[in-house]
C-alpha cells in the first residue's frame, strides 16, 4: 500500500482543522447567552453570564455592558478571559483577550433596543461599552443525540464493570483560532 505524500497529509488536516473550526462556530453563534470569566478581586476567577450580540468567523465575541460594571475594572487589570458558550449541538470554551471599546460608529452598529432600560440614553448613552473578545484558542464538545447516547452508554457500562470511562478522541476536538 503506497503511503500518502506529505501534501495530501497537509491538505487533509487543514480539511479536519476547518471542519473543528466550523463546528466550533456554529456551537458558538447558535448560542445566545455565554458564561464570561475573568480574574477577579483577590485574583480569584469571576463568572457571569452575559449575552452574546455577535460572534465573527474569526470568532472574535462582542458583548456589551457599562463602563461602571466591576468586570470592566478587572478586565483593565488582567484582560485574559475565557468565555464558555452552550447549545442543543455541544458546548464550547474559548481562551482569549478582552478589549474594551467606546467606539460610537461600533455602539451604533450593534445597538439593539432590548439595551434601552441598561442605557437610557440609548446609542449615546456614555457608560455604554463593547467587550471585544479576541479568541486566541477553542476547545468543543459535540451534544448532539448520536454523541450523547455513546457517551451515556460509556458510562453505564464503565460504572458497572467498575471501570474507568472510555475517553474517545471525538469527545474533545481543540481548534486554533489565530
Same mark, same amino acid.
Given at each position: 500500500m503506497a503511503t500518502p505524500s506529505k501534501q495530501t497529509t497537509d491538505v487533509e488536516t487543514q480539511a479536519s482543522s476547518d471542519e473543528m473550526r466550523t463546528k466550533l462556530l456554529a456551537i458558538l453563534k447558535d448560542s445566545r447567552t455565554v458564561l464570561?470569566?475573568?480574574?477577579?478581586a483577590d485574583n480569584k476567577i469571576a463568572g457571569r453570564p452575559m449575552g452574546l450580540v455577535k460572534a465573527d468567523d474569526d470568532a472574535t465575541l462582542y458583548l456589551v455592558t457599562g463602563m461602571d460594571s466591576k468586570k470592566v475594572d478587572e478586565m483593565l487589570r488582567?484582560?485574559? !478571559?475565557s468565555i464558555a458558550a452552550q447549545n442543543g449541538s455541544g458546548t464550547v470554551m474559548l481562551d482569549g483577550t478582552v478589549r474594551i471599546s467606546q467606539d460610537r460608529a461600533l455602539i451604533d452598529k450593534l445597538w439593539e433596543d432590548s439595551w434601552k432600560p441598561y442605557f437610557p440614553e440609548g446609542k449615546s448613552d456614555p457608560?455604554?461599552? !463593547?467587550l471585544i473578545v479576541d479568541s486566541h484558542e477553542g476547545v468543543f464538545w459535540e451534544g448532539g443525540i448520536a454523541h450523547g447516547i455513546s457517551y451515556l452508554w460509556r458510562h453505564v457500562k464503565a460504572r458497572l464493570?467498575?471501570?474507568?470511562?472510555?475517553?474517545?478522541?471525538?469527545?474533545?476536538?481543540? !481548534?486554533?483560532?489565530?
Open positions: 464570561l470569566l475573568s480574574h477577579g488582567s484582560p485574559r !478571559v457608560n455604554i461599552a !463593547v464493570k467498575g471501570e474507568e470511562i472510555e475517553i474517545k478522541s471525538t469527545d474533545q476536538q481543540k !481548534v486554533d483560532l489565530r
